[in-house]
């Protein structure tokens, strides 16, 4: 059983940036695939990134390519999602989930677990 926590979530003003960390437990870290998805209020939740636990591939929603990374640290067991030039649309709760197939994930996984979230708030 893999336990995974968010955290690096908060209030930011349009145009700054922030960097979300999960912290993951319970688990062999570098065998998943890692993923980041959103929810915002009313809407469905949607991928965002995602990096393979087999060669450290990423990919990315269209829409976010260019001002979000993804990035992990194996011995640390955490992934990173770095976002910059937020926007308000960016507000949304932000999940990390972990695939237990490295090679798969993407945006489709399907993904085993998933933290609790950590809310994301861009205001204008």
């Known amino acids: 059983q893999v336990q995974l926590v968010e955290s690096g979530g908060g209030l930011v003003q349009a145009g700054g940036s922030l960097r979300l960390s999960c912290a993951a437990s319970?688990?062999?870290?570098?065998?998943?695939?890692m993923g980041w998805f959103r929810q915002a209020p009313g809407k469905e939740r949607e991928f965002v990134a995602a990096?393979?636990?087999?060669?450290?591939?990423?990919s990315y929603a269209t829409s976010l390519k260019g001002r979000f990374t993804i990035s992990r640290d194996n011995a640390k067991n955490a992934v990173y999602l770095q976002m910059t030039s937020l926007k308000p649309e960016d507000t949304a709760i932000y999940y990390c989930?972990?695939?237990?197939?490295?090679?798969?994930?993407?945006?489709?996984?399907?993904?085993?677990?998933w933290g609790q979230g950590t809310q994301v708030t861009v205001s204008s």
């Open positions: 989930a972990a695939d237990r197939y490295k090679w798969r994930g993407g945006s489709r996984g399907p993904y085993d677990y």
């Open positions: 990096i393979t636990g087999s060669d450290a591939s990423t």
């Open positions: 319970g688990g062999t870290f570098s065998s998943y695939a």
